[in-house]
């Protein structure tokens, strides 16, 4: 494989870039792989990434039914975060945003991880008290956020509107290094490190069966026929529920259309990205100009990538109130995908009832952010076939126990 | 140059002369124009700068197409960016300014990455820009991003208003051009309701401009009358100037129209955005022309061919004093026709087809033009403006054959149908060869409710290109008896040409646009499928191909088509990315209409929320409620306000609205039963007359909801929730009993709005109430925990014996209407007993200091009951509630969880809320261990000293413990465990 680099771009520049070779190869399946990987999205991206590097299995496939990224992983606002209140999501989190950190350079592709700065408007005194409440929890997870008052808020987005009138800025939940990344080139840039490190990413290969023999995984069934695996590892966000039934067990996870939109490109008018749960709205601005906006999801299950236009309205509304100047710019896309929602909005690393098979799933409306850390976590579930202390606390079973990990609390949308 | 001819424009009145400026440049115009004529008749053909490269850009086309021309419009508070200029419609006084260049459009310091272009192809910055570290944020990233963006930035708030409106219909055409308006007669007569919604100000699309006859007359003449028969008719209604942008399912269609765009601040509102729910959509959306990739296809001047037409035709506009026609069909000819017969030279039509035989051409040879066959363009030659193009064999790699002067490149690469309504809601398409482009699909089409198709494509939208074809395949669509028919000649076929010539080198192709907007070559799009981008959205998104504020309209099929060649593989085999409404892009503010300010969300209102406001009230707001936080006097802080409501309740008299609280009616033979579920404790055995407070949980055994019941009567309940809760709570018992219970005889009512409610708390409620007289409210009539109904100082009203807050208390609820006036009749009442009213952060110490739980504070939706030690309040007799097998989970039932207990800091002071109490150590993950964490905390000046709740591991059998609260800037708060219970812990005070 080739470096990428600034002196490589002008080296071939020279020979009209003809010299470049595929950032990943298209190879057939073999016949069976150490382990399966279902989903070349972000997470399974990751997950074989992880495996290969930290765990020296690269006997891998990586089966993809469409295009890689193509899933939500090519379909979200970006945002990135470690915020969260709860012990075993910041742990997770935490981990998933300081490897992005560094990531551009250990995948020599460049992700644009920007750690330009996060707010989360508080404009009720419940979420005042909650994010206060947050704050106090991450300085002892060891994430850094802090609690800012109104001024600070303003002066970070000097187009926000502070003073409501329906629902003033009371402050905000501020993390310095949260940011965007961009999503498609997460995707790209860990598909072409496990290309490279010999792995096998089959696009358009849909899994139609899983196999077993004595309670234990044997392979999968594909469009592209039948491979053997040793180990199988499910990572496909909203479809999870189609492949557990696969696998002959069933998971709490319901499939929801989340939207979002951009506007037309306008010149830099916003450094930090802005959620607003109390009007349910938050907005970024992209580099190419873009304000690159989201909500809730819809209120009903559904597999189709695209959403009602109640929420785009509502979205909308919202941010109109809280940046006034967005009004006269214009909406130039919307679209939507398929999130996998827990009961506690938490999502699942998990063994699962299928020996040797296993569960990656529920990041729901906020797994672009985990990438790095899931699969990290998970390629560890995986290689030892016992979780580590990320993933512990998210085992499928956790639901018969009671033993939520709800982040519901601390936000009404966790994106 | 570009001028204005002396006669001709249909759509301009050269008897209202306007003035519009653009960068500053006034600028002589007719009413009529679009901003795009406007300047074009003022020879303002260089109208901005490409997005990454910040090459010239000129007027590429005459619709919603167009790539290029984006100006900001207006100013202050009008301002508007990346307004298209060919869509827009000029007025007088219009300001406009280019974009995307510093410090101006003619001479640009971001044209320096032109000259690095080739060092900055498609996807450049994924390989590089990554050392070191820091600089992607703090050097990179700012100066891309301060390059990219095209508009500037609005700073006001917006000056207008807009509004939105309902519609519904048997069937909806969109495009009023001939498919559209014979489709819309065709439907009308059948006796439906129909709405034609037209983009632009006048009918008739492209027929008017081509001008060819239909049934004998001239098109413009035969859609006059079509448009008049329409609006003659009751069931239809024709909307000019409104965009169908978006279909969305079981037949939503979503359609903005312009009301004041050309008419700023005439005081009506900027635009309208319908909703419209119908039966049938019918797409007579047209088609657009496709440009051809030739090196130089970008320089201001190369337009596309029915766009020098529309502009000749429609407003009397030369693009160029000669104009070379370069094509792959007959259509183009008559833009040479169209220019000859305004005395404009066509030195030459160049077309790619090795043998041209057609009518059309035959016509413009007739008039003494040449006609190339068999070539291509090699080249065009110019800067901000085309001097000149070479020509050269098309099936060559590019040999010049000879060179023809010009200033204006018109061309065609063919015409893609308007295909996006069509597949918002998975309409598929097909590739269709013989036309070369993508069609819908007829077999395929979007499914409506009824699970049948909702939409039909008719004209040139479902690929019908000659006018005899479009007006066939619309009629079809409800006519019977036979279509109209035209005089336009047959055209011979069009023959594909995706890059022109067809052997050029890379040299060349790095200088094919396809997205000119964006800066995408056809240079790029085989880079992408060289790296192995070979998806056609990985395609999309590595070279930004058809991501531009056009989203691809005149691109994609190019560009689709390169990626094919690349791939070695046929078109269909690559398909096409995804259309995502809207057709072209929508104002937020559209979208967003009346709703903002005040009325952003409905504010709702106590009948005594006037009072307030008149009397210091700082508000909270609660759900869409807002409730006073406190009431401040003159001088006053909120503090000294907090704790004066607080000292005054405990010892003379308070009075709350409580009117926000829920209050649902529960009525029927099985109301009792269905509260023994919803409850954790037994409401069926409550007797009439008395109260009980009870606790809602969720399935899950999480505490969700609580309040005071009481049973009205023999088949009624009263359920008291919470103030943000009413809404939740009531769509959570109509969702058991229409989904689950649905047998259950229960009927509910959320009564909140019908009651005005007032707490009269204090050591003199007692008193007040019996100055207003004409009930019993004496302790053995009344006792705590009972209620009565009856007249209080001449008002109907439900006296309830509760108490939040540790004291004597009543809360009183009469009609809302009369909400008011007992209020103040308290209020006068309670002069003599130091009445004051109190507002919510009061109510929460009062019931703080008593250890009263508050939904939200104690609770965060992982707490059940049993943390909070209210045991007391499940009833273990019963077998069944929701929650309850939930909290029989062994993590729900285990003995370590967190429970409520009080806290009390060992200096006085108030603990800081939500600070974590720690444990020793760190756990597997780093992060320090906690034991526990603070939920309401105060300051009381009851006790004068601060006080909290909080839960705590084992925390009742700690009692006396220490423990550390880490909070701000280092310090550590140290709290004792302490009962929860802070005042009047005998609760002598409310059994007085
Ligand atoms: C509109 C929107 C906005 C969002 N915003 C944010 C945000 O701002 N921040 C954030 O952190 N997160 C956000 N998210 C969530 C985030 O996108 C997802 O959690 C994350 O991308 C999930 O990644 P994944 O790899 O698990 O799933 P995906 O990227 O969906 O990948 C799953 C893959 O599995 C494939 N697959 C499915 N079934 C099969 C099969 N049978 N065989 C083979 N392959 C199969 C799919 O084709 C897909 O490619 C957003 C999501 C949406 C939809």
């Known amino acids: 494989m080739k470096r990428y680099s600034g002196f490589a771009v002008a080296r071939e520049g020279l020979n009209y870039h003809l010299g470049w070779g595929r950032a990943w190869r298209n190879p057939a399946p073999r016949k069976k792989y150490d382990v399966i990987i279902v989903g070349a999205g972000g997470h399974g991206l990751a997950t074989a990434y992880y495996l290969g590097k930290n765990y020296g299995i690269r006997n891998v496939a990586i089966l993809e039914k469409g295009w890689l990224g193509g899933g939500n992983t090519g379909r979200n606002t970006t945002i990135i975060r470690s915020n969260y209140l709860q012990d075993p999501s910041a742990a997770i989190y935490e981990k998933a945003r300081s490897l992005y950190e560094t990531l551009s350079q250990d995948l020599n592709y460049n992700v644009m991880f920007s750690p330009r700065g996060l707010l989360m408007l508080a404009q009720t005194h419940h979420e005042v008290r909650g994010y206060r409440r947050t704050v106090y929890a991450n300085n002892l997870q060891g994430v850094e956020t802090e609690w800012i008052g109104p001024d600070r808020v303003k002066q970070l987005v000097p187009i926000i509107n502070i003073d409501g009138p329906r629902y003033p800025v009371l402050g905000a939940l501020y993390q310095a290094r949260g940011g965007t990344a961009r999503h498609d080139a997460v995707a790209w840039g860990y598909a072409r490190a496990c290309s490279d490190m010999g792995m096998d990413i089959i696009q358009q290969c849909e899994v139609t069966g899983i196999r077993q023999a004595n309670g234990k995984v044997t392979g999968v069934d594909t469009t592209k026929g039948s491979i053997d695996c040793d180990k199988l590892g499910l990572v496909v966000a909203g479809h999870t529920s189609v492949l557990a039934e696969m696998g002959g067990f069933r998971l709490p996870i319901e499939s929801l259309a989340l939207q979002a939109l951009v506007s037309e490109p306008i010149k830099p008018c916003m450094d930090v990205v802005v959620m607003a749960n109390t009007v349910h709205g938050y907005m970024s601005q992209s580099d190419k100009g873009e304000m690159v906006i989201g909500g809730g999801t819809d209120g009903f299950n559904n597999y189709t990538q695209r959403g009602s236009w109640q929420h785009v309205e509502e979205t909308i509304r919202a941010l109109v109130e809280t940046f006034p100047m967005i009004s006269r710019l214009k909406m130039l896309r919307q679209w939507g995908g398929i999130v996998d929602m827990t009961g506690d909005r938490s999502p699942i690393l998990s063994k699962t009832p299928l020996g040797n098979c296993f569960v990656n799933c529920g990041w729901g409306t906020g797994g672009f952010k985990a990438i790095p850390g899931s699969g990290w976590a998970m390629a560890e579930l995986m290689a030892k076939g016992a979780p580590g202390p990320l993933t512990e606390e998210f085992s499928m079973y956790r639901f018969r126990e009671g033993k939520f990990i709800d982040e519901s609390v601390a936000a009404g949308v966790a994106h | 140059m570009s001028t204005r001819l002396a006669r001709g424009g249909r759509l301009i009145d050269r008897s209202k002369p306007i003035t519009i400026s653009f960068n500053g440049r006034r600028m002589p115009a007719f009413l009529g124009d679009t901003l795009a004529s406007a300047v074009l008749a003022n020879d303002q053909m260089m109208v901005g700068r490409?997005?990454?490269?910040?090459?010239?850009?000129?007027?590429?086309?005459?619709?919603?197409?167009?790539?290029?021309?984006?100006?900001?419009?207006?100013?202050?508070?009008?301002?508007?960016?990346?307004?298209?200029?060919?869509?827009?419609?000029?007025?007088?006084?219009?300001?406009?300014?280019?974009?995307?260049?510093?410090?101006?459009?003619?001479?640009?310091?971001?044209?320096?990455?032109?000259?690095?272009?080739?060092?900055?192809?498609?996807?450049?910055?994924?390989?590089?820009?990554?050392?070191?570290?820091?600089?992607?944020?703090?050097?990179?990233?700012?100066?891309?991003?301060?390059?990219?963006?095209?508009?500037?930035?609005?700073?006001?708030?917006?000056?207008?208003?807009?509004?939105?409106?309902?519609?519904?219909?048997d069937v909806v055409v969109v495009g009023a051009g001939i498919a559209g308006l014979t489709a819309a007669l065709g439907a009308a007569r059948s006796g439906k309701r129909v709405i034609v919604l037209e983009m632009t100000p006048a009918c008739g699309g492209r027929a008017v401009v081509d001008g060819f006859a239909i049934d004998g007359q001239p098109a413009e003449g035969w859609v006059a009358a079509a448009v008049d028969t329409l609006r003659g008719m009751d069931n239809v209604t024709l909307m000019t100037r409104t965009m169908a942008t978006g279909l969305y399912d079981h037949g939503y269609?979503?359609?903005?129209?312009?009301?004041?765009?050309?008419?700023?601040?005439?005081?009506?509102?900027?635009?309208?955005?319908?909703?419209?729910?119908?039966?049938?959509?019918?797409?007579?959306?047209?088609?657009?022309?496709?440009?051809?990739?030739?090196?130089?296809?970008?320089?201001?001047?190369?337009?596309?061919?029915?766009?020098?037409?529309?502009?000749?035709?429609?407003?009397?506009i030369s693009i160029g004093d000669r104009t070379v026609i370069v094509t792959n069909n007959d259509d183009a000819y008559r833009t040479a026709l169209a220019l000859l017969d305004a005395g404009l030279t066509v030195p030459a039509v160049i077309d790619a087809r090795p043998t041209v035989t057609g009518a059309l051409p035959q016509a413009v040879r007739d008039r003494g033009v040449r006609v190339l066959?068999?070539?291509?363009?090699?080249?065009?030659?110019?800067?901000?403006?085309?001097?000149?193009?070479?020509?050269?064999?098309?099936?060559?790699?590019?040999?010049?054959?000879?060179?023809?002067?010009?200033?204006?490149?018109?061309?065609?690469?063919?015409?893609?149908?308007?295909?996006?309504?069509?597949?918002?809601?998975?309409?598929?398409?097909?590739?269709?060869?013989?036309?070369?482009m993508f069609r819908p699909d007829a077999n395929r089409p979007p499914l409506g409710a009824d699970g049948r198709g909702m939409v039909r494509a008719v004209g040139a939208a479902n690929g019908m290109l000659t006018p005899d074809e479009v007006l066939t395949d619309a009629h079809a669509a409800f006519g019977d008896g036979t279509a109209p028919q035209t005089n336009a000649p047959d055209e011979a076929r069009m023959e594909p040409v995706w890059i022109m010539p067809q052997g050029a080198?890379?040299?060349?192709?790095?200088?094919?646009?396809?997205?000119p907007q964006n800066d995408v070559k056809v240079s790029d799009v085989q880079l992408a499928a060289r790296e192995g981008y070979e998806s056609v959205e990985h395609t999309k998104r590595y070279t930004t191909l058809g991501m531009a504020t056009d989203q691809g309209k005149i691109s994609n099929i190019n560009g689709l088509a390169v990626l094919s060649d690349a791939l070695h593989q046929q078109i269909p085999a690559t398909g096409t990315t995804t259309?995502?409404?809207?057709?072209?892009?929508?104002?937020?503010?559209?979208?967003?209409?009346?709703?903002?300010?005040?009325?952003?969300?409905?504010?709702?209102?106590?009948?005594?929320?006037?009072?307030?406001?008149?009397?210091?009230?700082?508000?909270?707001?609660?759900?869409?409620?807002?409730?006073?936080?406190?009431?401040?006097?003159?001088?006053?802080?909120?503090?000294?306000?907090?704790?004066?409501?607080?000292?005054?309740?405990?010892?003379?008299?308070?009075?709350?609205?409580?009117?926000?609280?829920?209050?649902?009616?529960?009525?029927?033979?099985?109301?009792g039963k269905f509260l023994d579920m919803l409850y954790t404790g037994v409401m069926s055995t409550l007797p009439v007359g008395k109260c009980r407070y009870g606790l809602m949980c969720n399935e899950q055994g999480f505490l969700s909801d609580d309040g005071v019941v009481v049973r009205l009567s023999e088949d009624s309940w009263l359920c008291h929730t919470t103030s943000g809760g009413a809404d939740r709570i009531h769509g959570w018992m109509e969702d058991w009993l229409q989904c689950e219970w649905w047998d259950w005889k229960v009927y509910t009512a959320n009564l909140t709005e019908q009651f005005a409610q007032i707490a009269v708390v204090g050591p003199n409620a007692r008193k007040v109430l019996e100055k207003l007289g004409g009930m019993d409210v004496s302790k053995a009539t009344l006792p705590f925990m009972t209620f009565a109904e009856g007249q209080l100082g001449g008002f109907n009203a439900r006296v309830f014996r509760i108490s939040f807050s540790g004291e004597l208390s009543y809360e009183i609820a009469v009609p809302a209407s009369e909400g008011r006036a007992f209020w103040e009749k308290l209020i006068e009442a309670g002069q003599e007993f130091g009445v004051m009213p109190y507002g919510t952060e009061c109510l929460h110490i009062l019931r703080a200091e008593k250890g009263f739980i508050m939904i939200g504070d104690e609770t965060d939706g992982t707490v059940i009951p049993q943390d909070l030690n209210m045991a007391w309040a499940i009833s273990k007799k019963k077998p069944d509630y929701l929650g309850k097998r939930g909290q029989e989970r062994s993590f729900l039932a285990s003995p370590d969880r967190w429970k409520l207990v009080g806290l009390e800091t060992l200096d006085g002071s108030v603990l800081p809320e939500g600070a974590y109490a720690v444990a020793p150590g760190v756990n597997a993950n780093g992060q320090r261990n906690v034991q526990g964490r603070v939920t309401s905390t105060y300051f009381s000046p009851t006790l004068n000293r601060g006080i909290a709740m909080g839960l705590v591991k084992h925390g009742p059998d700690r009692m006396g413990e220490v423990l550390d609260f880490p909070g701000d800037g280092g310090k550590v708060h140290q709290a004792r465990i302490v009962d929860q219970v802070f005042y009047d812990k005998e609760g002598a005070k409310n059994d007085a």
């Open chain 2, 50 to 169: 490409s997005f990454k490269y910040h090459r010239p850009r000129g007027i590429m086309a005459s619709g919603a197409e167009e790539p290029n021309a984006l100006v900001g419009l207006g100013a202050g508070p009008r301002f508007e960016p990346n307004q298209r200029m060919t869509t827009t419609e000029a007025f007088d006084g219009a300001e406009t300014a280019s974009q995307n260049h510093w410090p101006s459009l003619e001479f640009d310091i971001g044209a320096i990455n032109n000259k690095f272009s080739r060092f900055l192809p498609g996807g450049f910055y994924y390989k590089t820009f990554m050392w070191p570290r820091s600089f992607w944020k703090n050097v990179y990233e700012p100066f891309i991003r301060q390059s990219a963006g095209l508009g500037k930035v609005p700073t006001d708030r917006d000056a207008d208003r807009y509004e939105q409106a309902y519609a519904y219909a």
């Open chain 2, 253 to 316: 269609l979503m359609a903005a129209q312009r009301i004041a765009d050309h008419t700023p601040g005439d005081g009506r509102p900027k635009q309208r955005l319908w909703r419209i729910r119908t039966a049938e959509v019918i797409t007579a959306t047209g088609a657009i022309e496709r440009p051809l990739s030739f090196a130089g296809n970008d320089i201001p001047g190369v337009m596309l061919a029915a766009a020098v037409r529309d502009y000749a035709v429609n407003y009397g």
């Open chain 2, 373 to 436: 066959e068999g070539r291509g363009i090699a080249k065009v030659h110019g800067g901000k403006r085309v001097t000149g193009v070479e020509v050269c064999v098309q099936a060559g790699e590019g040999a010049m054959i000879e060179e023809l002067g010009c200033d204006c490149v018109a061309m065609s690469g063919g015409w893609s149908p308007v295909v996006h309504l069509w597949s918002h809601c998975g309409g598929k398409l097909l590739w269709d060869e013989a036309r070369a």
């Open chain 2, 505 to 515: 080198g890379p040299k060349l192709r790095a200088k094919m646009w396809l997205d």
């Open chain 2, 579 to 671: 259309f995502r409404p809207p057709y072209t892009p929508l104002t937020l503010g559209t979208i967003a209409a009346e709703a903002r300010g005040e009325i952003f969300q409905p504010l709702r209102r106590t009948p005594i929320h006037e009072w307030h406001e008149a009397h210091g009230v700082e508000w909270e707001p609660v759900g869409l409620w807002r409730r006073p936080f406190c009431y401040k006097r003159a001088g006053e802080t909120t503090h000294a306000a907090v704790n004066r409501e607080v000292r005054n309740t405990r010892t003379n008299l308070g009075l709350l609205d409580a009117s926000t609280l829920g209050k649902i009616l529960v009525k029927g033979p099985d109301a």
